[in-house]
């Protein structure tokens, strides 16, 4: 049996690791983005780390991501808040058996002050992620993740906090 769990967990650490390679090579990822999400290519989300614990990503303040107040489009905050929650949710799952479907159901900011210059999210969930998901394959029921991402400026100082409630579940 031990052994079962260990030859399980090396190929998950396989499987991880091929989908973080993905998203930490910058060439890749933008083909990726390109595919799948050409806004966040367009407004020039870009991932700075991504492993089993944390996301990391960053978006910067210019002319396709201001508002008509000299800051960043709120719009564009969420689309890298939820990249950064959005890819540790999608490491846990990748090459999944069975597989998983995620989905946001619901989403919560507080905006502190103006957003200039280039902004970090950070999400430190990947964990709870894998928690979670496991209670979903184990129990067949879709479970909730709430995972959070906290954007700060190039000052350090927190411009935007989100909270993204993830819907998980295994696929029929």
Known sequence: MGVDLQREQKNKN????KFQKLVNNPFLFKLYLLQKLPLAFI?????????????????KYGWITQNPFRSMYFACLAMAAEMATG????????????????????????????????????????????????????SGEGVLVDASAIGKD???????????TWSVKVKA
Do not use: W
């Not at 995620?102 to 999210?121: C, D, E, P, R, Y």
């Not at 190039?154 to 993204?164: K, L, P, S, Y």
């Open 154 to 164: 190039e000052a350090g100082d927190i411009v935007a906090e989100f909270i993204f």
């Open 87 to 138: 890819l540790l949710a999608l490491n846990s799952i990748y090459d999944s058996k069975p597989a998983v479907s995620m989905l946001i159901i619901k989403n919560q900011s507080i905006f502190h002050k103006k957003a200039v210059g280039k902004i970090t999210f950070v999400c430190s969930d990947g964990l709870l992620f894998n928690e979670f998901i496991n209670k979903a394959k184990q």
């Open 14 to 17: 396989m499987k991880t690791n």
């Open 43 to 59: 407004a020039g989300i870009r991932v700075q780390e991504l492993n089993d614990e944390r996301g990391i990503t960053t978006v």
